[in-house]
């Protein structure tokens, strides 16, 4: 690759919202494997339910995202301009989505294989929370788009049958995609647990571990949730998406470092459930915030937007 195309997808990749803030060196051995394509309006980069290993950066240009709509014809989901990319679970699984990428215009495409890619993410753990960031963050943007999409058909009397059975039918394709990609599986329900190696910490315990710097905070909310509001530096993993985010997040950090766990008052079951997890992860200093972000917002601690 000539010197002048690896600057040109390294700056691309730089304003990216997946790269940015990403080490220059770790950001050049991803511009190394990656390549750059021209292509022209209307084109169908990434078909609905056809396996792919490619994540797509847009440099120029514009992209929409779209799916088959069961009332007949597409439905757009978002469109992507530049500085957005998708495709970011391929770099982890070839699991097909639902959705077509196809261009509005000419546009200028940074394309990032998979196979290339793990070596780089394996080595690097700020990669890796950049990446499950990034794939949270378009778990919350997809629920937000059926929350709007259930919310006027209700408005307008068409919520039908079909409609409440799509949602259903994808959460599972979802949640048995990830079990075929990953071999520890997620749960599709939740189980009821015993705390038997989790403690409680109190608000004010918490709050003099963080200004110390003495535990990582883990959110068990759903990412929507912890965009809205969280303890600052905490680390996202909700349940249902919990094997995932764990290998991406905490998957090598020390096992005798603290972690605090919390949530709100009335996700009390799932923070629980994260924190057994965790501690039958070999983690052997596990605690549950009393009372939650409630009752830390309720003192005064500071909470990041």
Not at 22 to 46: K, Y
Not at 125 to 132: S, V
Not at 227 to 253: C, K, Q, T
Request: hydrophobic share 45%; aromatic share 8%.
């Amino acid at each position: 690759m000539a010197t002048e195309d690896k600057k040109r997808i390294q700056a691309a990749l730089a304003s990216s919202k997946l790269f940015s803030g990403i080490d220059p060196e770790v950001l050049e051995q991803v511009a190394a494997i990656a390549h750059e394509v021209v292509v022209p309006a209307d084109t169908v980069l990434c078909s609905a339910f056809v396996p792919n290993d490619t994540c797509y950066v847009v440099a120029s240009g514009a992209a929409n995202l779209s799916r088959n709509s069961i009332a007949g014809g597409y439905r757009e989901y978002f469109r992507l301009g530049p500085g957005e990319s998708f495709g970011e679970v391929f770099l982890l699984t070839s699991a097909p989505t639902d959705i077509d990428l196809k261009t509005l215009e000419e546009t200028r495409m940074v394309l990032i294989p998979r196979r290339a890619f793990l070596p780089i993410l394996g080595s690097s753990p700020e990669l890796a929370d950049a990446l499950g960031s990034r794939i949270a963050t378009w778990f919350a943007r997809a629920g937000a788009a059926v929350e709007r999409q259930a919310a006027a058909n209700i408005a307008s009397g068409r919520l039908r049958f079909s409609d409440v059975l799509l949602v259903l039918v994808l959460s599972i394709v979802v949640a048995l995609a990830f079990n075929f990609s990953n071999p520890d599986g997620i749960p599709l329900f939740p189980k009821s647990i015993e705390l038997e190696n989790v403690s409680f910490i109190n608000a004010a315990e918490a709050f003099d571990a963080h200004e110390n710097g003495n535990a990582v905070f883990v959110d068990a909310m759903p990412a929507a949730f912890h965009e809205r509001e969280h303890i600052p530096g905490a680390v996202n993993i909700p349940l249902a998406i919990f094997d995932f985010m764990y290998e991406l997040s905490l998957g090598s950090m020390d096992k005798d470092r603290d972690i605090i766990v919390y949530g709100r008052t009335i996700s009390k079951r799932y923070d629980q459930e994260v924190a057994e997890k965790l501690s039958a992860r070999g983690h052997r200093s596990v605690k549950l915030l009393a009372a939650g972000l409630e009752e830390w917002k309720k003192r005064g601690y500071p909470v990041a937007p």
